[in-house]
């Protein structure tokens, strides 16, 4: 039997499973949802028909992550995660055989879903900044003809963000469609979801994964005007969030002042990572370079990444090994500290053996 080449040839997203006493590789939020959301949640389940199917269109979970995020629940979608979003737009709203822009150095199931379904994936490089070039994107554009652009701002694993005037020339310039995945936008503060009801062409990607701390629920929004929603649900699955997720999430989004109390303890610990990591760059300028980031997690280019990485899993610390980067999520303060810790002493080691 032959199967297909796409399937053959791709190289699988493989997520960390191994258990470790500080887990710093997901971009999790450090903080879980308080317990009288769960106690609510646990009710609804409690008084639910299991036995019947889920509200397929998730009317109740729209319209309140609608309220949450300021825009008309007609404008959102619901999918399992961003990964199952991404899925259904690359394998739907590209024809057959057709071009998706993606730039290096971002979420790396952005070329993977393009190339599975067929596509070819052009990939944008990025400036020695590790930033999206607007003009070379735009230039880019124009010349390969893609039927999609699709890049994370802020940007995932690069931490770089592009401000919403250039995000919003990128769509106004690019006669295709954009899709923007903002699932680290409640760390930036330079979103475009106001704007979907604006552009034919622009799609915002929102999640629960990260500043809200839902990443084992798996529920992530598109958001676009009500022409590209209703294609979206004309393919999707007609059930594809079960009824535990929908119930979940909307108890969670009844709590609005809870989830931005979250958001904010979260950006509150990265800023505190952020100046960690900049004054270890600051100690040992000779063996790490500090990168700014915008996001939930700090990058740095330490003197050998992979040997960084390796002393850190034998002290039971996971962190995010990228080629010649590490990237570190931001945890709670002791964990925070206690990596930081970690790499300085692994500094201080190196400059006592040279």
């Not at 020339?169 to 899709?179: A, H, Q």
């Not at 594809?240 to 904010?264: G, H, I, S, V, W």
């Not at 040992?284 to 050998?304: A, G, S």
């Amino acid at each position: 039997m032959k199967l297909p080449e796409k399937l053959t040839n791709l190289t699988p997203y493989i997520p960390s499973e191994n258990k470790y006493r500080i887990k710093l590789d997901a971009n999790e939020n450090a903080e879980t949802i308080p317990e009288r959301i769960r106690l609510r949640a646990a009710q609804m389940i409690a008084s639910a028909d299991l036995n019947r199917y889920p509200d397929a269109a998730c009317d109740a979970l729209r319209r309140k992550a609608g309220a949450y995020f300021g825009i008309p629940a007609e404008n959102l979608g619901v999918g399992c995660g961003s990964d199952e979003l991404l899925s259904v737009l690359v394998n739907n709203f590209v024809e057959k055989g057709g071009k998706v822009l993606v730039t290096e150095f971002d979420f790396s199931m952005y070329k993977f879903y393009a190339e599975v379904s067929g596509c070819e994936a052009i990939v944008l490089p990025r400036n020695d900044k590790l930033g999206i070039d607007a003009d070379l994107l735009i230039e880019t554009a124009r010349r390969e003809q893609p039927g999609m652009i699709l890049f994370s701002n802020p940007g995932n694993p690069n931490g770089q963000g592009l401000k919403a005037d250039v995000v919003r020339r990128i769509v106004t310039e690019c006669d295709c469609l954009v899709v923007v995945d903002e699932a680290y936008m409640d760390f930036w503060r330079e979103s475009v979801l106001a704007d979907v009801g604006k552009y034919e062409n622009l799609i915002v990607l929102r999640t629960c994964s990260k500043a809200l701390g839902l990443a084992g629920v798996r529920c992530g929004f598109i958001a676009a005007t009500e022409t590209i929603i209703g294609y979206f649900n004309a393919v999707r699955s007609p059930y594809n969030m079960n009824m535990l997720t929908q119930m979940l999430a909307a108890a969670a989004f009844d709590e609005p002042d809870e989830l931005r109390r979250m958001t904010e303890l979260c950006v509150a610990r990265a800023d505190s990572l952020r100046l960690m990591a900049r004054g270890l760059a600051a100690a040992h300028p000779n063996l790490v370079e500090y990168i700014h980031t915008v996001t939930n997690f700090v990058l740095i280019r330490p003197f050998d990444a992979e040997y960084c990485y390796k002393k850190l899993l034998e002290r039971g610390i996971c962190v995010r090994h990228l080629g010649k980067f590490l990237r570190i999520s931001a945890g709670t303060d002791a964990e925070n500290s206690e990596v930081i810790r970690a790499l300085d002493e692994l500094m201080t080691q190196r400059e006592d053996e040279q």
